[in-house]
């Protein structure tokens, strides 16, 4: 985990989000706890849990972007869920704890990638040697058939010995001085980047298919099925592509062969209890006290989800995980219910409410400037590959702005998202043209905004369609 002060933090979120200092403060403060917490002795970390949040405001304001943008800080494992993608025990649908199970997937992506840095150099050497002699083939040897017993059948010793080991990554093959010079030659023009266009055709073994977060009885099958597999010879796959492509692949199936998995799982495992972070989205969708609504019980999903938020002990694939220490961020626009409309258990364990306010018409001109990859930063990179320059006034962006506020006091606050339409139906012309005429340097000022734009505003039947 990256060692920020919680100011650090803070401005690492606000090169990314316009505005909300408090909700940025609060998880600023929470990551830092987590943090203060590994540097007690193992008693008093035992004790110290986290402190969940919950982010309260409209669409688009960035509370989902707060709390990815944290884990990113954080290197730490991040996963985004709706609360209303569960259902309650008994009936058909996704359970909670497949959430625990979506974030240990991730924390074993986080974990494989650093274990692969650090056989990086050692696998690329590996996938340069297999492309080389891929590309300068050794003479064959002819291999002698097995011979059959006087019954005409085949050997059966030999079949049962195949059956229970792999086959032989590698054909034997003749290397003359000649091809050895060759392939030495071959590798410091891949090592160089001279060879990358060229196309090769290399054997990759079959990856296995990964269906995600999946029940417990349905990962014991898939384990017996993992256990008959691995009686079989593995499997290989050709393909024809780029050295370069070729590289990526090949170094990425050896570093695999470098590494132990198991190490992996459990550093994985060790990981998500300690720095994993679960964003539970639409928890405004599950508050009602109402139990005749006619929907699937909305007080079941948080009674199922309250035993996770609380602390428990989830069976994965991997093994079993705590979830004790896992801070999890619940968020909801709680436009037509409150907080309070939770179970009393549930409300208690999101200790810290953090209100996201609307966001203004100077929040709007900042949020299409300011942050690094800003929206309108996105439109010029785009145009720019068809060789047109996009260039927006002061009076062009402030227009911009006028109009995403008062649609959004119209029609419904979609937030920052309004910028989306927007910008698109201002630009529709322009990226639609772009491609077959020079257009070369292109000035947006207000009154193209307006030329553009008025109209669908002011007729507010054509605006809840278009913008």
Do not use: C, W
């Not at 962006?397 to 006091?409: G, P, S, T």
Request: hydrophobic share 40%.
């Amino acid at each position: 985990m990256t060692d920020f002060t919680p100011r650090q933090i803070v401005a690492e979120l606000d090169k990314y989000i316009v505005g909300q200092a408090d909700a940025k403060r609060a998880v600023a403060v929470a990551l830092q706890n987590r943090l203060r917490r590994l540097k007690l002795d193992d008693d008093m970390q035992a004790e110290v849990k986290p402190k969940n949040l919950l982010m309260i405001g409209p669409t688009g304001v960035g509370k989902t972007e707060i709390a990815r943008r944290l884990a990113s800080v954080a290197n730490a494992p991040f996963i985004k869920v709706e609360a209303t993608k569960y259902t309650e025990v008994g009936y058909v649908g996704r359970d909670v704890e497949s959430m625990v199970r979506d974030l240990v997937e991730n924390s074993i992506r986080i974990v494989k990638e650093q274990q692969h840095e650090l056989v990086h150099h050692e696998a690329e050497t590996k996938a340069i040697n297999r492309i080389a002699k891929a590309l300068r083939p050794g003479e064959k040897v002819e291999k002698a058939k097995p011979a059959n017993n006087t019954y005409g059948f085949p050997n059966f010793q030999e079949m049962f010995g195949q059956f229970g080991q792999n086959q032989p990554e590698e054909e034997e093959e003749i290397v003359t001085d000649e091809i050895a010079s060759s392939r030495r030659q071959i590798r410091q023009q891949i090592r160089d980047g001279l060879l990358d266009n060229h196309e090769v055709t290399i054997k990759l073994e079959e990856k296995k298919m990964s269906l995600g977060s999946i029940n417990p009885a349905m990962e014991q099958m898939m384990e017996m099925q993992d256990s008959l597999n691995a009686l079989r010879p593995s499997k290989k796959i050709e393909r024809t592509v780029t050295v370069k492509e070729a590289l990526e692949l090949l170094t990425e199936e050896e570093a695999d062969k470098l590494v132990n998995q198991d190490d992996i799982n459990q550093k994985a495992l060790k990981l998500a209890e300690e720095r994993g972070i679960i964003f539970i989205d639409e928890m405004d969708k599950i508050a009602t006290k109402n139990q005749n609504s006619g929907e699937v019980s909305r007080q079941g999903v948080q009674r199922d989800i309250l035993p996770i938020v609380e602390g428990s002990r989830i069976q994965t694939k991997y093994g079993y995980i705590d979830t004790d220490h896992i801070l999890f961020i619940g968020s909801g626009a709680f436009h037509f219910s409150k907080p309070s409309d939770l179970i009393p258990e549930l409300q208690g364990r999101f200790p810290i409410r953090v209100n996201l306010n609307d966001l203004t018409k100077e929040d709007f001109i900042r949020i299409l400037t300011e942050p690094q990859n800003a929206l309108i930063k996105q439109y010029q990179a785009l145009l720019a590959t068809d060789g047109v320059e996009v260039i927006f006034s002061d009076d062009a962006v402030e227009k911009m702005a006028e109009y995403a506020v008062d649609l959004n006091q119209a029609t419904d606050n979609i937030g920052a998202r309004r910028l989306h339409t927007i910008l698109e139906t201002l630009l529709e012309e322009i990226l639609f043209e772009a491609t077959d005429m020079q257009m070369g340097t292109i000035n947006i000022n207000a009154a193209y905004v307006v030329e553009k734009l008025d109209k669908i505003v002011e007729n507010k039947d054509l605006s809840h369609f278009i913008l």
